[in-house]
């Protein structure tokens, strides 16, 4: 395996860059599209939950390195992790800017409001048994419908 990569920790960045890239570009192509902004929304959450779920074990090593990789910049991983990050909260806080110019979206700092949805999604994905569960019959605490829900009445005016 370290013919490949260098270390360890080069594999771990290796995966975070892969994904990652994978990750943005289907983002960008999603915020990119000319859709009502509240579709978009909804279509960002689609995608954002169904990413984790076409890749469990990535949506589980992400969820596990993810919070504290926001605060440090000591791991290899972290400054790929950053970049898009940090991308993915000016393309969402875009979402929101756009949303309130066409009155869809409630008033507040588009930036806040992008951190919000990015909590609640790695909430959701953090309780999603298709993402942290090898256990085919185990019950959902939340169904996808219902994440819908709760984020179109906190975001939509």
């Known amino acids: 395996m370290y013919s490949f990569f260098?270390?360890?920790?080069?594999?771990?960045?290796?995966?975070?860059?892969?994904?990652?890239?994978?990750?943005?570009?289907?983002?960008?192509?999603?915020?990119?599209?000319?859709?009502?902004?509240?579709?978009?929304?909804?279509?960002?959450?689609?995608?954002?939950?169904?990413?984790?779920?076409?890749?469990?074990?990535?949506g589980?090593?992400?969820l596990r390195v993810s919070s504290a990789a926001l605060q440090s910049a000591d791991r290899v991983a972290d400054a790929v992790m950053m970049s898009n990050y940090e991308e993915s909260m000016a393309l969402q806080a875009e979402l929101f800017r756009r949303g309130q110019r066409s009155k869809q979206f409630v008033a507040g700092d588009p930036?806040?409001?992008?951190?919000?949805?990015?909590?609640?999604?790695?909430?959701?994905?953090?309780?999603?048994p298709r993402v942290m569960s090898?256990?085919?019959?185990?019950?959902?605490?939340?169904?996808?419908?219902?994440?819908?829900?709760?984020v179109e009445r906190a975001f939509s005016r």
């Open 6 to 58: 260098e270390s360890k920790d080069d594999l771990f960045r290796q995966i975070f860059v892969r994904r990652g890239d994978e990750f943005m570009d289907r983002m960008r192509e999603l915020l990119a599209a000319k859709a009502p902004a509240l579709q978009q929304l909804h279509d960002l959450l689609d995608f954002e939950i169904g990413f984790f779920r076409e890749h469990p074990r990535f």
């Open 60 to 62: 589980r090593l992400f």
């Open 111 to 128: 930036s806040a409001l992008a951190r919000l949805l990015s909590g609640l999604v790695s909430s959701y994905q953090a309780i999603d």
């Open 134 to 150: 090898d256990d085919p019959d185990r019950p959902e605490l939340m169904t996808l419908d219902e994440l819908h829900a709760v």
